[in-house]
């Protein structure tokens, strides 16, 4: 399977408690013609079954280092798991013109479904997103490690840091992913600065890094949110 990791960084299940839980989907995909792909699904989303979706969220794909074709990847997510089934039960003429322009113009790459740990559902419009796939052998400990490292981190820049669980779909080893988004990828860079010099991410990296290893890392700016709200 191609590798290809996603919007959401997934940490140890005992976090949900913590979390907001939001239950999502993601698919890769190659597409040809990017414009005409969001007239084609704003077509769709400005229909009845298209506002009856959960949130959908599009982006770009811009930093990847795995050998695969994909440059973009859309989202689905709610804090309803059910929600997500909806995706295969529509059938009206948006519908129908936004499959067929699908089959002519846009190529999958992978799907995966998961659950967010740690998700601040308010800053979902943050524009510039890095996620890092992990295969962490220990949740738990991870899980506590991180809970402590992202109180003390949380207020240091204008942006979220977010743990999520793969539940299926995911390339082998990958067990979480975790995500930091800002407004512009500057905001990310100045965050990224002082995260990485605090006492926190020191205590946090020394901690995971025998039960833990980062697989892969993708970067990507946000295109067009839909129901968002």
Known sequence: MKKLYFTLALVATFLTANAQNVYWSCYAMKVDDPEGFVKAFDAFMATESGK??????????????TTNDATHQLCFFSPNPDDLQMLSKFNNVEAALL????????????????????????????????SYAIDVEDPIAYGKAFMEFHKAVSKMFDGDIQLHEAIAGQNSGDTHYMNASAKSMGDWFKG??????????????????????ITNSVGWTQVKLWNAN
Do not use: C, H, Y
């Open 192 to 213: 990224k600065e002082k995260i990485f010099s605090s006492k926190a991410f020191q205590t946090f990296a020394t901690k995971v890094r025998p039960i833990s290893n």
């Open 52 to 65: 009856s979706l959960p949130g959908v969220g599009l982006s770009q794909i811009q930093f990847n280092n």
């Open 99 to 130: 499959q067929m322009f699908a089959k002519e113009n846009v190529e999958m790459e992978q799907s995966i479904l998961g659950n967010s740990l740690v998700f601040d559902v308010s800053k979902v419009d943050l524009t510039f997103t890095v």
